[in-house]
């Protein structure tokens, strides 16, 4: 099972997450990190870039991989994923850009595309750390409900739902993306280390469908039950439907780590 880690707010779940990320790149400045995006994300790329900046700590020596791109859209669309990471992270941090990894939306082969992606995250070694968003209908990246819960990085149709919630990223009258280039839960469930945030009371039926549901294609996030390394983070609305959520609170107390070493 993951480590579940309530934290008191959301800020608090953010600022946790920005921590162990910064964490990540002090214990191994070469590491592989699987980014993600979404609104979830926006306020940890602050708290990282601020973080960075107050310890010093430099993040020249990372490789990064996005979980997914659009299709039909060039890198430089303002709605892309490469330039919202490009706004929201890699443009405030000594990270060359050529070590930052995102599908190319544009690619005239997506398959191809997708495919080359899979080999090019196996060639850095494979990722140290994947962060994770959930979908309010569980899915993780782009992998919609029914995903194979054995794909790699492949092209996916994207739910209306997720449509929907996206739209709010687009302007009046732009056309939003139906398909993306995502990398598929056998991909994510390769990384070493998965880390997810959720916040927010939108996310706590698909986080309790996650944690606590059967693991099954219908709810892909389910699938974190089968990671022996997954740590999930969640404020109060994002852990209110969690049936065991006193027994999570026990063991970790306003979402702290607590190791049993450290009582000796
Ligand atoms: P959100 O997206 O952070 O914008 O809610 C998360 C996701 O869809 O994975």
Request: glycine share 8%; aromatic share 6%.
């Amino acid at each position: 099972m993951a480590t579940i880690l309530i934290h008191p707010d959301t800020a608090s779940a953010t600022r946790a997450t920005a921590e162990r990320l910064l964490a990540t790149i002090r214990a191994n400045p070469a590491a592989v990190l699987g980014m993600a995006t979404g609104g979830t994300m926006e306020p940890v790329y602050t708290a990282l870039i601020a973080r960075a900046a107050e310890t010093g700590q430099s993040l020249a020596g990372l490789h990064t991989f996005n979980l997914d791109e659009y299709i039909g859209l060039a890198g430089d669309h303002p709605q892309s994923y490469r330039t919202t990471m490009d706004r929201l992270l890699f443009d405030h941090v000594d990270i060359p850009h050529d070590q930052t990894h995102l599908p190319r939306g544009d690619a005239t082969d997506p398959a191809t595309e997708a495919f080359d992606y899979e080999a090019q995250i196996e060639a850095a070694g494979g990722i140290d750390l994947q962060l994770l968003g959930i979908g309010a209908n569980g899915h993780v990246g782009f992998n919609e409900p029914s995903s194979s819960l054995a794909s790699r990085t492949r092209i996916k149709r994207l739910a209306r739902s997720t449509i929907e919630a996206n739209a709010r990223f687009f302007g009046a009258g732009e056309q939003v993306p139906t398909h993306a280039i995502t990398m598929g839960i056998g991909t994510i469930m390769k990384a070493r280390r998965l880390l997810m945030l959720a916040t927010g009371n939108g996310k706590a039926e698909a986080v309790a469908a996650a944690l606590e549901g059967p693991v099954t294609a219908s709810c892909p996030a389910s699938i974190l039950q089968f990671h022996p390394e997954a740590t999930v983070i969640l404020d109060q609305e994002a852990a209110a439907e969690l049936k065991w959520r006193d027994f999570y609170e026990d063991i970790h107390p306003g979402g702290q780590e607590v190791y049993f070493a450290d009582r000796s």
